[in-house]
Nanobody, 126 residues
Framework: QLQLVEYGGGLVQPGGFLRLSCAAS????????IGWFRQAPGKEREAVSC????????YYADSVKGRFTISGNHTKKMVYLQMNSLKPEDTAVYYCAALRVYSTSCPIEPFKYDYWGQGTQVTVSL
């Protein structure tokens, strides 16, 4: 059973930055993809970014392109989400998730992911 733990969230002013970390209990390349999702109050969970383990390809939601960067360190069993130029609308609980099966892409549907962390709160406000 894969376990995921996110950390690095917090309160930041608009225009600021944060780096979220996702620590996995097993090697991340054993899983099809690792994704970052977020859920704001009253909204559905949405895909933010994803990295595919087979070829390293990535996905970014249009709302974060050019501001967020996903990366992974397989040796350390870590996946990161660097978030720059943060906006109030980025406020949400951020989750990392893992896709158990091999995949040639990065699914953006939350239900396709098999393992989830507990989430970390990101608040962007003055």
């Amino acid at each position: 059973q894969l376990q995921l733990v996110e950390y690095g969230g917090g309160l930041v002013q608009p225009g600021g930055f944060l780096r979220l970390s996702c620590a996995a209990s097993k090697f991340t390349f054993d899983y099809g993809a690792i994704g970052w999702f977020r859920q704001a109050p009253g909204k559905e969970r949405e895909a933010v970014s994803c990295i595919n383990s087979s070829d390293g390809s990535t996905y970014y939601a249009d709302s974060v392109k050019g501001r967020f960067t996903i990366s992974g360190n397989h040796t350390k069993k870590m996946v990161y989400l660097q978030m720059n130029s943060l906006k109030p609308e980025d406020t949400a609980v951020y989750y990392c998730a893992a896709l158990r099966v091999y995949s040639t892409s990065c699914p953006i549907e939350p239900f396709k992911y098999d393992y989830w962390g507990q989430g970390t709160q990101v608040t962007v406000s003055l």
